[in-house]
């Protein structure tokens, strides 16, 4: 399995509230929101939590099994919430910051995902690209529920409206799954400011034309930033 990983500011945002984590077969990324320098606390704090504790209870494990990698990522995901919602009651100035967070860890060729937000997870095989996450957002139900069409979602004046978040309450709901792998299958998870500059078959062409994920990612960022590049973008190219 080899990686790489890179984030970029955009053409248009003054600062990077993304944040990424590439290691011991854990992939995360996050994709922070709020006033000030709240959005860049959020992701970092989320996605800081969420590994440390992630890896922690890994290392306790004799034997890895499915339903102990889903308990492991479910509790990761609810400690980092409890983090970042604490910090935003105990500092006025962080008031309401959250963030998406989507994450996969990969062993034997399975990979075990959870997501939150709209933070994406593909993974392109011989023939296609699959998209494996669903996007919390407001657009992302209307589209699944065929009330609009995939073209529309780029342009709809809701399609920034999340609706699961991170942080902003002490509840949280994330939507977890495994995916047989491949050898040969490339993965990609990746902040909304690929996706929302890029159609999926943009996407799938750049991956097929460029096979080594340091190519992959760095292409897909310029493609990103060619067709706009109004938001941050952060990309993990994974191939198996």
Do not use: W
């Not at 494996?132 to 073209?151: N, W």
């Not at 495994?178 to 991956?207: A, E, Q, R, V």
């Not at 460029?210 to 060619?226: M, P, V």
């Amino acid at each position: 399995m080899e990686y790489f990983a890179a984030s970029d500011i955009g053409n248009y945002r003054e600062k990077n509230e993304d944040y990424y984590y590439c290691n011991k077969n854990l992939f995360v990324v996050a994709d922070g929101m709020g006033g000030h320098n709240a959005g860049e606390v959020a992701s970092k704090v989320a996605v800081d939590n969420f590994t440390e504790y992630f890896l922690k209870n890994l290392e306790k494990l004799i034997q890895i099994e499915q339903s102990q990698i889903q308990q492991i990522l479910k509790s990761s995901i609810s400690h980092a919430n409890n983090k970042v919602h604490r910090l935003s009651i105990e500092k006025p100035e962080y008031f309401g910051m959250g963030t998406t967070l989507t994450a996969c860890y990969i062993n034997n060729l399975t990979a075990y995902a959870i997501h939150i937000g709209d933070s994406r997870l593909y993974v392109k095989n011989e023939k296609k690209l699959n998209l494996l996450t669903s996007d919390h957002t407001v657009v992302g139900e209307m589209y699944r529920s065929g009330l609009i069409s995939y073209d529309e979602t780029f342009n709809h004046p809701q399609r920034n409206f999340l609706t699961n978040v991170l942080g902003i309450s002490n509840e949280i709901n994330a939507d977890f799954f495994t995916i047989s792998l491949n050898i040969g299958d490339i993965l990609i998870l990746c902040s909304d400011g690929l996706n929302s500059m890029l159609k999926d078959d943009f996407i799938f062409k750049i991956i097929n034309k460029f096979k080594n994920t340091r190519q992959i990612t760095e292409k897909l960022i310029y493609g990103a930033k060619a067709k706009g590049g109004f938001d941050n973008i952060t990309i993990i190219t994974i191939k198996i």
